[in-house]
């Protein structure tokens, strides 16, 4: 909704309503546009979701795609569809280093946000709920999904 009414009243009768924004006037176009952003994000992942990814199980976790439900071990961790998108692109290539950018671009669709540190506080995240070594961090490079290799025979 855009509108000149910005009585806390109003938005919340807005948003009640079905509005799944609201933006009083006067208002930046730049704002407009990264709330259109916004919301065609959040289109394109339930879109994304009917789709899902694969289910993945990598040293006891344990992702499945189509419900969106990650479980460590026997336990299930609660994920917000960002994080949950996130591990799920780490998990597709376990392993393997991916850029911030080449994450900020398959996760949130930015095609050009280098300098960002939203990919640096979603991993921070990520290690809080699912264990600190699970992302590797490669310095000036991006992040892997770490594996844990089993010991090679007769070592």
Wanted: hydrophobic share 40%.
């Amino acid at each position: 909704m855009l509108t000149t009414r910005d009585d806390e009243t109003d938005v919340l009768v807005g948003l009640g309503i079905g509005a799944d924004n609201y933006m009083t006037k006067p208002f930046s176009m730049r704002e407009l546009v990264a709330r259109i952003r916004a919301l065609l994000r959040r289109v394109e992942r339930d879109r994304s979701a009917a789709t899902a990814a694969p289910n993945v199980n990598i040293d006891g976790l344990h992702i499945e795609g189509a419900s969106r439900r990650v479980w460590s071990g026997a336990e299930e961790v609660h994920l917000t569809p960002t994080e949950f998108d996130l591990l799920s692109c780490l998990a597709a290539r376990p392993g393997t280093v991916l850029s911030r950018e080449s994450l900020l671009a398959e996760v949130w669709g930015w095609a050009d946000a280098s300098g960002t540190r939203t990919v640096d506080s979603h991993v921070k995240s990520l290690r809080r709920k699912l264990g600190a070594n699970l992302v590797r961090t490669v310095r000036g490079v991006g992040y892997a999904l770490e594996i844990r290799y089993p010991p090679e025979q007769g070592a």
